[in-house]
Nanobody, 116 residues
């Protein structure tokens, strides 16, 4: 059974930084390393938003709302995917989820709250 467990969310002041982690289990190394990964977020009362993706080859994509502030990365040996958040804004407040695009695998999410 594929499991994704996100962690690293916290309450942080505007302008602060966080590093989110997502641990994947229940997959083979070949499946993990051969597939892209993504981070999504959802704020209360808002639609889920794609934040960033990283392909199996390491190419990245960022939504306009986070470009230049967030960095997605992956460690295939550890089956981990990360999202480095910096210059955080109150509008970044949301639950953040990691996923395999094209597969219905979702974790419980980790809460990021940006507030003074």
């Amino acid at each position: 059974q594929v499991q994704l467990v996100e962690s690293g969310g916290d309450l942080v002041q505007p302008g602060g930084s966080l590093r989110l982690s997502c641990a994947v289990s229940g997959t083979s190394f070949n499946f993990f390393s051969g597939n892209g990964l993504a981070w999504h977020r959802q704020a209360p009362g808002k639609q889920r938003e794609l934040v960033a993706t990283i392909t199996s080859g390491g190419s990245t994509y960022y939504s306009d709302s986070v470009k230049g502030r967030f960095i997605i990365s992956r460690d295939n040996l550890k089956k981990m995917v990360y999202l480095q958040l910096s210059s955080l804004k109150p509008e970044d407040t949301a639950s953040y989820y990691c996923t395999f695009p094209g597969y219905n695998y979702w974790g419980q999410g980790t809460q990021v709250t940006v507030s003074s």
